[in-house]
Structure formats: C-alpha cells, structure tokens
C-alpha cells in the first residue's frame, strides 16, 4: 500500500501561496476594512459599536464580499496545474487522487483562513484606534471577536470553498474560477429579494452567510441583550450551518468520484476537440505558397486592428462563460425588478427610467474587470506572448483593439439589460417604452463610465503580475470610494466625492418634467474631468506594456523611458494639465460658489449652538398649524423654486402665547411677516 501524501500536497500548497505577496495584500485589504468598518462610525444613544451583534454583522458582511477572493484562492487550487500545464507530472507519479484533490483543498482552505482572519483582527484593532468613538466601545473581550469568526467567516470559507475549489477543479477553466464568486453574490442578492415574501424561518434557513438566521434567532432581543449576549448556536443558526456545510461536504464527494485523475482520461475527454491530422502524402509537398508582399501603412494597420477587435470581441462573446454571464444578467434584472415599482412606498407605473436602476452598474464594472485580465493575459495564458510580442505591431494597436473589444462586450451586457428592462414593462402592461431614454440612460451614460472603466482594468492587469490582483483593485476601486468618504467625513475633509470616486459624477434626477434640467452640465464636466484622467491611464499601460520574458521592474521602467517620445509626453503632460485645472475648477464650483454647504464640524457645532440657545424654550406653548396656503412658483432651468403664503395658527393653550419660533433649517426663507391685531410681541426664526 503506497504511502500517503496527502501532508505533503498540504505543504506544497500553503508555501506556494505564502510565497506569493497576493496573499499578504488580500490580508491586508481585509485588515483594513475591519479597522475602517469599526472605528469610523459614531455611536447612537446606549449602543455599543463593538457589541457581539455588531461584530457578528460585520464579519459576515465583509465575508460575503470576500467570496470573490475565496473563488480566487480555492478555485485555482487545481486549476492552476492545467494553467501551467504540469498536471502531467502529478498525474504520472504514485499519488492517489484523494491525496491530491484533498491536499490542495486543505491548503487552500487553511491560505484563506489566514486572509480572512484579517477581518477579525482589523475589527480588534478598530476598537483601539485613536480617532475611534471611545464612548461607545465596550471592553475589548477576545471572545467576541473570535467567535463571530468561528461561525461565520471560518464556516463560509470552508463550504464555499470547497464547493468554488470542485467547479474549479472540474472545469478546469480559469473564466468559470473568477466569475463563480461574482455571480454567486449576485445570485445571492437577486433570491434575498425572490424570496422576501416568504416566511422568516426559511429565508433564514437558506441563507449562506447566515445573516438571516443570525437575526431570526436575536431579533426579540433588547438593548441590553445585544450589546452583551454572544449569538447562540442554536434553532435555525445552527440547521442553517450545518445545511450549508453539508453543501461543502457534498462538494468534496463529488470532485473526488468525478475528477479524472489521469493523461489517458483527459485525452479522451479531448479528443473530440483535437484538429484533423495534417495531410504527410508526398504530393502535398509539391505546393507552392503564393507570393506575399510585406506591406505596412496605414491599410495594413487598420486592418490588422479590426481582425483583432473582430478576434477578441468574437472569442468573448461566443464563450460559454459570457453566454451564462448575459442569460444570467437579463434573469436577474427581471427578479431583481419584478414587481411594480415604488416611490416612497407608493407604488407608480413602471416608466423607463426606474427600469434603468434596477441591477445598477456594478456587475457590469465587474465583468470588465474580469474580461480586461483575460484580453491582456490571454497569450501569456496559452504561451503564445513570445511569438505575439514578436509581431511588427505598434502597441497602442493592441491596446486600442483590447478596449474596442471591452466595450463592445459592455454593449452587450447593457442591451442584455435593456432587454429586460422591455420585458418587464410589457409583462405589467406598460407599453410606452422610450428606446430613446434607454439609449441615452444606458448607451450614453452608462457606457462612457464603464469605458473609462475599461481604461483603467487593463492599466491595472499592464502594470500588476498577477491577474486576480488586478481584478481585486478594480472591483475595490469601484466600492472603496464609499469608505474614503466616511474618513473624509472622519476627519472633516471637504473634497466632493465625485472627485476621487473614479468615472463618478454627481447624482441625478430624470423627470418627465424637464427631462435632466440642470444636471446635465454637471455630468459633462466631471465626465470631461475623468476623461483626462483616463487619457493618463492608457498612456501608462501603453509605456509599460509587456513585451518579451524579461517583466522585472527596473527592465520594464527602463523600456517605458525609451518608448516616452515626444508625442507620448506631450499627449501625458496636457491630460495632466486639464485633469488638475478641470478638479480645481469643480472643488471651486462645489466648495465656494455653493455656499450652501456645511462641513461636518461646522454642521455640529451649529446644532450643539442651538440647544445650548433655545433648550430653554422647550416646554413654552407654540400655536398649531390650522390651515396652509401656498403659491409656489417652479422654476426647472434654475434647479430653484420660491414659495409665498400664509399659515393659520391658534392658540390652543391656556396661555397666551408672546413670542413664536420657527425652524428654518435650509435657510430658506426671507421673510415672515405677522398681520396686526395679532398677540405675538417676538418672531425668532
């Protein structure tokens, strides 16, 4: 009986993956988005910031992101053998496939417990940070940090990994390593919202993070209760961690009776793919080629850029991944959206521009992130980039062919969500569908931030050597933004949003009224803003894109100094120009001609002003509001409106009233007049 080497593989894996500097950036981001998560928020009345509730919210909540980084790590665990094509030395030697299915998983699983252990430590070390809410901190007690841990996050990465390590492994291909992650979220977000109307106690059940379950089994707790009891596992927690790790069970079962552990398995699982055996007769040998003339202007480059466009956008869209990707896509828009629409809890007729809003932006920034690292590292991939690298081919074509493919790619998607947006109007009996406005909304709008988006995801996959960290920074550039803006708030930094979230522009109204009335100048300068930024980006991917086997920093800085000709710096050094004139010019739009905003420091010192003012005016009688008449006058191509009426108020007190205070939070009015004959001596407002 051979010996086992299920250790071994275990070894093998763990110093692999500590090896690599992913590893410790993972760790990192999650450390840090613990910290930020707990010491940024201020406390409310008697609830405590770091309670065992709200630790246990936090670590399942980063956790259910962290799938996608879970999918990462677990889903190339096998995967990674055929990408590097030395599956055939495991295969040849005495290893028994349990050994090995099993040796890489638990690898795998113990690398992701490190990474994810993060969250717990960035939420201890949270509690602790100097800028943190003091006063709303219990004493720190290790259990609980470790326990949400232990029932959530450690409970997660070992179903969840193991069910991404068997598509991985069955598959044995990289597109279906890095979207599972992806849609898994999304596929967990559209059934929460499927499945609303059902009882509790199910939802809870089939919840795979165990949200759900953990406040079904708190939801009757008091105040008192939640800052100081630790969740039970206990009732519907515990059926809903066993159902899902039993999940994870059945994964390993199945990888382990399918998986074919050998050459001669996999050979003829291939060989219906394998191309017809060249023609060796003599006569073939007596062929001629046809003469060819070498020919490179400007008909040849234009050529060569639409064959390639035309290669790239065909090998995307006809792949089985994006196929799954754009069904799954038009069926989540329909569940996400099914329904009629509602507005302040009032339901209204499903107009195009709600339909618009449904699945929103993100899962389309997140499948540019992943097809962005399949454009540029597919030749490195199929060990193709020398001979590629080679060809007499300048690199902005095979950069501008790259983005011209990525954004036909994101024109499918988003006529994947027009479409359904379509049939969910005509299934409601809604037939005014307005191609215009889904043009305009999704194809104008929409499309020019997911371009600049493109931009930046093949910047990131030029400059960083490793695919997934590549993905990983564009997704989290894509949400981290709402994060910074809790630290400027922190810290009470003024800079509007709009100009550090990438590819953002202010918020906007549509209205049948005047359709985008004033916001439309606004989204073209911040549109223009980081377009300049993005002009930036392209030509750094451009300098610093891979060509030849030596890919070390200091080759590849030495080679960018070399392709910086004139043109290139003078193209750089304008998009510089206009970028830091256009910012300055929008902070100094949003920041001193509009004076009607407060920072936060401002805004609470204001109000501490005002209680400390009239907290003494508390309990004196105010009449009530009988009667309101208003004229107000719109205004839609100056954003403003002014309103000119009268209030009816009576004393309904015993006392005589001499002085009345009014609430003019906005500043708005400009003046109250108070007709004669009337008791009140004293107006404030």
């Known amino acids: 009986m051979s010996q086992s080497l299920l250790w071994p593989i275990i070894r093998f894996e763990l110093k692999y993956q500590f090896s690599r500097i992913s590893t410790y950036i993972y760790f990192g981001i999650w450390f840090v988005l613990g910290v930020l998560l707990l010491s940024l928020p201020e406390g409310q009345e008697n609830a405590e910031l770091n309670s065992p509730g709200a630790i246990a919210s936090y670590s399942g909540s980063l956790m259910a992101f962290g799938v996608i980084v879970l999918s990462a790590i677990c889903g190339m665990a096998?995967?990674?053998?055929?990408?590097?094509?030395?599956?055939?030395?495991?295969?040849?030697?005495?290893?028994?496939?349990r050994d090995y299915l099993l040796g890489r998983l638990g690898g795998a699983l113990l690398v992701c417990l490190f990474v994810f252990s993060g969250i717990t430590l960035g939420l201890l070390a949270g509690t602790v940070m100097p800028w943190a809410d003091k006063v709303h901190m219990a004493p720190i007690r290790l259990w609980v940090y470790v326990q949400p841990f232990l029932l959530f996050t450690a409970t997660t990465v070992c179903w969840a990994g193991t069910l991404f390590f068997a598509v991985g492994a069955l598959s044995r291909r990289i597109a279906f390593v890095y979207l599972q992650g992806v849609v898994f979220v999304a596929i967990y977000l559209g059934l929460q919202r499927l499945l609303g109307n059902l009882k509790d106690y199910w939802v809870a059940l089939l919840d795979p993070f165990g949200f759900g379950a953990a406040n079904q089994v708190t939801k009757y707790w008091t105040l008192a209760e939640t800052n100081t009891r630790m969740i039970p596992l206990a009732g519907v927690l515990l059926w809903n961690r066993v159902l899902w790790l039993s999940v994870g069970v059945a994964a390993v079962i199945g990888v382990c009776r399918f998986f074919p552990f050998s050459v001669e398995a996999l050979g003829r699982r291939r060989s219906k793919h394998r191309a017809e055996p060249l023609d060796t007769t003599p006569g073939a040998a007596s062929i001629r080629p046809p003469a060819v003339t070498l020919r490179f202007d400007w008909r040849t480059t234009a050529a060569s850029f639409v064959t390639l466009t035309r290669l790239r956008a065909r090998t995307i869209l006809t792949d089985?991944?994006?196929?799954?990707?754009?069904?799954?896509?038009?069926?989540?828009?329909?569940?996400i959206g099914w329904g009629a629409p509602r507005i302040a809890d009032t339901p209204v007729y499903p107009v195009t521009y709600l339909m618009t809003d449904n699945i929103g932006i993100l899962m389309a920034i997140v499948i540019t992130a992943m097809y962005a690292g399949e454009l540029v590292w597919k030749e490195r991939t199929l060990k193709f980039d020398q001979?590629?690298?080679?060809?007499?081919?300048?690199?902005?074509?095979?950069f501008t062919s790259q983005l011209t493919a990525l954004a036909i790619v994101q024109a499918a998607i988003l006529t994947a969500t027009m479409a359904a947006g379509i049939v969910q109007q005509a299934a409601q009996g809604y037939f005014r569908f307005e191609l215009d406005l889904y043009l305009k909304e999704l194809f104008v709008i929409q499309f020019s931030t997911l371009v600049l988006y493109a931009v930046l995801a093949i910047f990131l996959q030029t400059i960083l050597s490793n695919k997934f960290l590549g993905h990983a920074a564009v997704i989290g550039l894509s949400v981290g933004p709402s994060l910074l803006a809790l630290v400027m708030d922190k810290w009470n930094v003024t800079i509007p949003g709009e100009l550090y979230d990438f590819a953002g522009t202010p918020s906007y109204t549509y209205s049948d009224m005047n359709r985008y009335g004033p916001f439309?100048?606004?989204?073209?300068?911040?549109?223009?803003?980081?377009?300049?930024?993005?002009?930036?980006l392209a030509v750094g991917a451009l300098l610093f894109s891979r060509?030849?086997?030596?890919?070390?920093?200091?080759?590849?800085?030495?080679?960018a100094r070399s392709r910086a000709h004139i043109r290139l710096v003078s193209v750089m050094m304008v998009s510089v120009i206009v970028f830091l004139a256009v910012g300055s010019y929008l902070y100094y739009d949003a920041r001193i001609i509009n004076s009607d905003f407060t920072p936060r420091r401002a805004y609470e010192e204001k109000w501490a002003r005002y209680e400390k003012e009239f907290k003494q005016y508390e309990t004196l009688p105010q009449p009530k509001i009988t009667a309101v008449e208003v004229a107000v006058d719109i205004m839609p191509e100056r954003a403003t409106l002014t309103a000119k009426g009268a209030y009816t108020l009576i004393n309904k007190d015993s006392k005589p009233i001499s002085t009345i205070?009014?609430?003019?939070?906005?500043?708005?009015?400009?003046?109250?007049?108070?007709?004669?004959?009337?008791?009140?001596?004293?107006?404030?407002?």
Request: proline share 5%; charged share 15%; with cysteine.
């Open 78 to 97: 096998v995967c990674r053998d055929f990408e590097d094509d030395t599956y055939q030395i495991f295969f040849t030697t005495p290893l028994r496939r």
């Open 387 to 398: 001979v590629y690298d080679a060809l007499p081919m300048p690199n902005w074509l095979n």
């Open 320 to 335: 089985l991944p994006f196929i799954a990707i754009a069904i799954f896509t038009f069926t989540l828009n329909i569940v």
């Open 547 to 559: 060509r030849g086997t030596d890919l070390g920093l200091r080759v590849r800085w030495r080679v």
């Open 520 to 536: 439309v100048r606004p989204m073209l300068w911040y549109t223009f803003y980081w377009t300049a930024f993005a002009v930036l």
């Open 661 to 685: 205070h009014i609430l003019d939070l906005r500043s708005a009015v400009q003046g109250v007049a108070v007709r004669q004959g009337t008791a009140v001596s004293h107006l404030s407002v």
